[in-house]
């Protein structure tokens, strides 16, 4: 099947650029423009996940008219309230002067992103965009000069054993002109991408930061719509760990809960999930969310380098954007308005080279076109604030940023590099501290299985696994030794575990809990671990997160 664009990933980057293309064709006279999405959720919307409190910025540029087209941004921020916790009960709330002003949240929704992502796709559909969910992207396909023409689909009804099963279905070759990838955080094939075109032989490493939301309905009495709460220190200060975490108070007596821990953590026993969980015994949190009903839960990693981690994001043939390329305002703590306004800047610079009638060539116009928008601007201001954070820690980095954020206005005139990779942090296990983590009440602290269950994540059933190990031998030859098999912890759906019977130790992979956050491709020490699409459709399905 060919197509002028294709586009990989349905989600806020992916969907903005189609958005943008078709608009163009439109007003260019074009109504046999052809532009398609793929996207490996078994809905639009199925694999998003976000806090989320977005800037509306790009949105009011790509559909002016959001608010009469009913776009789900229903609850304005009226208030931020910033903490820090000393302790298991000890808090200090911050004076609104002494909080970074990317941190302030005036103008800006609190929302679901997973529906703004479902509006968006039906935007998409009335503007002729075709759409294609439960369809992964499994290969990226290449002309003889090495450029890019296109993907490759899945293919549908393979065994665990690789041998075809009675519902097979092989995959669609899906050729364009140009291929959009925006995959999202880590995503497989823009990995190969980045591989293959050298394009991070630039930048600083990317860094990450995994991300864990539940999403709550609490008492009428205790909800106070539209305030937005984010707080660090403990327990994460524990373990030596870093990340912070948030509290929405959206629509319909329901509060979105989370916490972004940095990948770069070095301690092998913290758990990203037993931390959220302990979390909500310190006395603010647990005041909010107990005697309430935890609706939904999920994870996923996101980009957190900035400007200074970007790659060179054109090659012969395609584009990276949104987090694929990892355009997050890591000071702002936000991503889809870069996201969004990522994919509207390729789409323009694509459009424009298919209108010199040109195709499969290096599309330099998007760089161009960044370096001269906001998106730019917005990354510069914040390229700072993460290297600060990791390389002098909570107090020193946080100083440092006030200064930038609110005196300096993002304009330091130093730019500071942090060149240590995440998956290379962690210390030896024998000398580490470990962590003692409260037991599930079923109340307010939950165990990983019941959490992936409401995720509503499923796979089918005897398919070959998705997370591919290089060397079999390695997570109890090298990774148990040193550092006590961290992917039994750092993962926060439950796949990994040691198991121990008369002949040893054995690792376990459970792919059906898999709810795609990709961690396990980003930290493990040895770089073992592949993250490759399942069969279409397959994955979590998350409900109004």
Not at 119 to 128: C, P, S, T, V
Not at 323 to 339: E, M, Q, R, V, Y
């Amino acid at each position: 099947m060919e197509f002028d664009v294709i586009i990989v990933g349905g989600g806020p980057a992916g969907l903005s650029a189609a958005i943008r293309l078709r608009q163009l064709a439109i007003e260019a006279g074009n109504d046999e423009f052809m532009v398609c999405v793929v996207e490996k959720g078994s809905e639009f919307g199925a694999h998003t996940l976000s806090g989320a409190v977005i800037e509306p910025r790009a949105l009011d540029e790509l559909i002016p008219d959001w608010k009469a087209k009913g776009a789900p941004l229903n609850v304005p921020a009226i208030e931020d309230r910033v903490y820090m916790l000393g302790s298991e009960t000890k808090s200090t709330k911050l004076m609104d002067s002494i909080v970074p002003a990317s941190m302030h949240n005036e103008g800006n929704y609190i929302v679901s992103l997973a529906n703004v992502v479902r509006w968006l796709a039906e935007q998409a559909e009335e503007l002729e965009v075709m759409m294609f969910p439960g369809f992964p992207a499994s290969d990226i396909l290449y002309n003889d000069d090495g450029s890019v023409k296109g993907i490759l689909t899945g293919d549908m009804g393979v065994a665990a054993d690789g041998e075809a099963k009675a519902s097979f279905e092989p995959g669609y070759e899906l050729l364009a002109k140009y291929t959009i990838f925006a995959e999202g955080c880590r995503g497989h094939l823009g990995k190969r991408l980045i591989s293959r075109f050298s394009l991070d032989k630039d930048s600083d490493p990317q860094h990450y930061g995994i991300g864990l939301k539940e999403l709550w309905e609490i008492a009428p009495d205790k909800h106070e719509q539209g305030v937005v709460m984010h707080g660090s220190g403990w327990p994460l200060t524990d373990t030596g760990s870093t990340g912070g975490w948030w509290l929405y108070f959206d629509e319909n007596n329901q509060v979105s809960f989370g916490m972004v821990i940095d990948l770069s953590y070095s301690n092998p026993y913290m758990s990203p999930f037993d931390e959220m969980q302990r979390l909500k015994l310190h006395p603010l949190i647990r005041n909010i969310l107990e005697g309430g009903k935890r609706v939904s839960y999920g994870a996923r990693a996101l980009t957190k380098g900035g400007l200074n981690s970007l790659p060179k994001f054109t090659f012969p043939g395609g584009v990276l954007v949104g987090d694929d390329a990892g355009f997050l305002n890591p000071a702002k703590i936000k991503g889809t308005h870069t996201s969004m306004k990522s994919g509207m800047l390729a789409a323009e610079a694509i459009f424009e080279a298919l209108q010199a009638e040109r195709q499969h060539d290096d599309v330099v116009a998007y760089s161009t076109m960044y370096k001269e928008s906001w998106l730019y601007e917005d990354n510069y201001e914040a390229r700072n604030f993460a290297p600060a954070m990791h390389r002098m820690g909570q107090w020193m980095g946080g100083a440092f940023n006030f200064i930038e954020q609110n005196i300096l206005r993002g304009k330091m005139p130093l730019t500071i590099h942090d060149n240590l990779k995440d998956y290379d942090q962690l210390e030896r296990a024998a000398h580490a501290y470990q962590p003692v983590y409260p037991k599930p009440d079923g109340k307010l602290v939950f165990d990983k299985l019941s959490s992936v269950f409401i995720s509503n994540t499923n796979h089918a059933e005897n398919q070959p696994t998705h997370l591919k190990l290089t060397d079999p031998t390695v997570p109890v030859s090298i990774n148990l030794p040193l550092y006590a098999e961290p992917a039994r912890l750092y993962c926060p759906a439950g796949v990994y575990e040691v198991t121990k019977d008369a002949e040893g130790a054995k690792f376990v992979i459970n792919a059906q809990n898999c709810v795609h956050c990709k961690t396990c491709d980003i930290k493990d020490p040895s770089q073992n671990i592949t993250w490759v699409t399942p069969e279409g459709g397959g994955g979590p399905n998350y409900p109004n997160m």
